[in-house]
């Protein structure tokens, strides 16, 4: 069956990176767009950056320039590279297989100022 698991969470200061890894099984990875999410206390979740399956890239606006999604199609993993991290990218952090209803369990990215 489908699965997503992520890994690489944890806490980290202000200005600091974290490289979040998404493994995936039970699907053909490599023909598949892929995203990760992340969804603050309170807040709706929403979509920080997505791979299509020629690596074509694209991110939220507030990420920019600070993340970078990539892919190992040789791995079926996912990763997603964090830099410069801020108190506002505290959230739990999910891998997708975009247009799917296939969800990782999430990871949970603290950033303390």
């Known amino acids: 069956q489908v699965q997503l698991v992520e890994s690489g969470g944890g806490l980290v200061q202000a200005g600091g990176s974290l490289r979040l890894a998404c493994a995936a099984s039970?699907?053909?990875?490599?023909?598949?767009?892929m995203g990760w999410y992340r969804q603050a206390p309170g807040k709706q979740r929403e979509l920080v950056a997505q791979?299509?399956?020629?690596?074509?890239?694209d991110y939220a606006d507030s990420v920019k320039g600070r993340f970078t999604i990539s892919r190992d199609n040789a791995k079926n993993t996912v990763y997603l590279q964090m830099n410069s991290l801020k108190p506002e990218d505290t959230a739990v952090y999910y891998c997708?297989?975009?247009?799917?209803?296939?969800w990782g369990q999430g990871t949970q990215v603290t950033v303390s100022s």
């Open positions: 997708t297989w975009l247009d799917s209803a296939y």
């Open positions: 791979i299509s399956k020629a690596h074509k890239t």
């Open positions: 039970g699907f053909i990875f490599r023909m598949k767009a």
